[in-house]
């Protein structure tokens, strides 16, 4: 029984070690892998009791292996935005492009930890494998909704409709204008000042808002106040707002707004120095600046000067490129020189990594063993931030499994070794009979 446990033992050694051998393998054939983890063979003795203390039976040995999910691999910098990698212990939620093309969801979800993401003839960002990144939705005004964090539901397949124009209206108009000190003097004509500011629509469309600044005048004096009526081109030049603005003529405020009284029109709010303008597409916050405060709206020496006016919108603009930040959001840049956010990438979460099931293209799917997912933002809790313009390359040291290769080869010699040795023995004690 001794000498057959021997033999049991040393083919249990070449089994083990084969299987270590297949590990360190793999390990060596992808430590050019992005993304690839590790996988490690680790080595338990068996231990048969045997029928007295006087002789031993070798139980011999087995393996168990393990994908050192949680190990990352260096970052490296890329020259494409849209190659991402996690700087922490999170996943990117991916699907599979047949999935995306096969209906509208529910989508099988897998996880990864980087990913060269391109945007294919449809617009549908995925790698070169299929897979298929997947996000939160923007709102179409560039903010994004609450969504669950325990299910996978809320997310979609990032898509860039890079064939499709985008509006871009104008939403605010910064106005920086100096009017004339002398102007509201009781010698002074009263003409009024006037000035055209161009705005978007919401079609793309260029529309104008009419300023008329009405000096009024006194009996005697100057009153330093003025009428301002605003007139909008796309509502047929009606009249959508009117203020009586006043202007300080003591230190240390001289020539800043004073007061600003609402006729008609969105209210003056003087926190905020802005006035909301209901315009025909929607609403324009209009600022003039609040009271005493130097910036916006001033009435200092004598001449009209509309230097600082400044406003957002642009006409139809088209998608040129985008870009993912370290939240996980990803912005679609236009040609009119602006940026929306069009979706949010969040960051998966498992209690245990190493529990991942592991499948091809370095993607894992949650088990029991890997414990419940959680969606975090990118930058927030234990998961890490997005990084762009980076892959996440192998975690295989190869001068380390280099080493365990020649260990490896080493031991599983000696159990041959030791096979070749009890057969020797064997044929012995065969021989006695002769």
């Given at each position: ?73 260096p970052l490296v910098a890329t020259r494409k935005a849209t190659d991402l990698a ?349």
């Amino acid at each position: 029984m001794t000498i057959s446990s021997s033999l049991n033992a040393g083919v249990a050694g070449l089994n083990a070690n084969a299987n270590k051998l297949s590990s360190i393998a793999d390990n060596i054939a992808n430590s050019a892998t992005y993304g690839y983890k590790r996988s490690e063979t680790d080595f338990y003795s068996v231990v048969v009791q045997g029928g007295s203390s006087e002789s031993y039976a070798a139980g011999g040995v087995r393996t168990s292996s393990v994908r050192l999910i949680d190990e990352r691999g260096p970052l490296v910098a890329t020259r494409k935005a849209t190659d991402l990698a996690i700087d922490g212990r999170g996943f990117l939620a991916v699907t599979e492009l047949s999935a995306v093309d096969g209906g509208t969801g529910p989508y099988p979800i897998s996880l990864v930890t980087t990913g060269s993401f391109r945007a294919d003839d449809e617009g549908i960002l995925r790698t070169d494998a299929g897979q298929v990144l997947m996000g939160w939705p923007a709102n179409p005004d560039g903010t994004t909704g609450t969504y669950p964090r325990d299910t996978m539901a809320g997310l979609e397949p990032v898509r860039l409709d890079s064939n499709q124009y985008v509006g871009n209206p104008t939403t605010k108009v910064v106005m920086g204008i100096n009017l004339p000190a002398t102007a509201t003097a009781s010698t002074a004509t009263g003409d009024p000042e006037e000035l055209t500011v161009e705005y978007f629509g919401n079609l793309g469309t260029s529309e104008a808002l009419g300023f008329s600044f009405a000096p009024v005048i006194p009996a005697s004096g100057a009153s330093n106040t003025w009428t301002m009526t605003i007139t909008d081109a796309a509502s047929g030049g009606a009249v959508v707002g009117q203020y009586t603005v006043s202007f300080n003529n003591t230190q240390p405020n001289g020539g800043t707004i004073a007061s600003v009284t609402t006729i008609s029109g969105g209210a003056y709010d003087p926190a905020t120095g802005k006035m909301d303008i209901a315009v025909a597409g929607g609403t324009i916050s209009v600022e003039i600046g609040r009271p005493s405060a130097p910036n916006g709206m001033t009435q200092l020496a004598n001449t009209f000067s509309p230097v600082g006016i400044s406003k957002n919108g642009s006409t139809v603009a088209t998608l040129t490129s985008v870009e993912v930040d370290d939240q996980g959001n990803l912005f679609a840049i236009y040609d009119q020189g602006f940026t929306r956010q069009i979706y949010q990438i969040p960051v998966v979460d498992v209690p245990n990594p190493n529990g991942l099931v592991a499948l091809n293209n370095q993607t894992y799917q949650i088990s029991p063993a890997s414990g419940p997912f959680y969606l975090w933002d990118a930058g927030d809790g234990p998961t890490g931030s997005v990084v762009g313009y980076s892959r996440e390359e192998s975690a295989t040291d190869v001068a380390a499994e280099l080493t365990q290769l020649i260990q490896t080869q080493r031991a599983y010699s000696s159990n041959a070794k030791v096979i070749q040795t009890v057969d020797e023995m064997l044929q012995e004690t065969t021989n006695l009979k002769r």
